[in-house]
């Protein structure tokens, strides 16, 4: 299994940024789609944001759009979820996952699911006071 770390997580004030990391141990080929998931207290896990490693090819839920952009540092073997504009509806546990077989078009089809990804990591707090 791909070994994930996520790092970064902390209080902020409404409107403030936070950038998080995952770390992998993975090239891009065993980590081709790598997307980040949020989890708060009584919800669902939702995906907020995915890369497809190779392309740079991202994609976001509509309820991040325009506030939060993930990117990737190949050299650190990194990606990053920069999060700006934050509302207290942001605020839960922050996980990053990883699919080693997707190629740009599953990636981009199938990000949102939790299933679909065969790593994760253990999670970062975030929260956003108002």
């Known amino acids: 299994q791909v070994q994930l770390v996520e790092s970064g997580g902390g209080s902020v004030q409404a409107g403030g940024s936070l950038r998080l990391s995952c770390v992998t141990n993975g090239y891009i080929y065993s980590t081709n789609c790598m997307g980040w998931f949020r989890q708060a207290p009584g919800k669902e896990r939702e995906g907020v944001a995915a890369?497809?490693?190779?392309?740079?090819?991202?994609d976001y839920a509509d309820s991040v759009k325009g506030r939060f952009t993930i990117s990737q540092d190949n050299a650190k073997n990194t990606v990053y979820l920069q999060m700006n504009s934050l509302k207290p509806e942001d605020t839960a546990m922050y996980y990053c996952?990883?699919?080693?077989?997707?190629?740009?078009?599953?990636?981009?089809?199938?990000?949102?699911?939790?299933?679909?990804?065969?790593?994760w990591g253990q999670g970062t707090q975030v929260t956003v006071s108002s």
């Open positions: 890369i497809y490693r190779d392309y740079g090819t991202t």
């Open positions: 996952a990883a699919d080693r077989a997707a190629d740009v078009t599953s990636c981009a089809r199938w990000w949102t699911l939790s299933s679909f990804y065969g790593s």
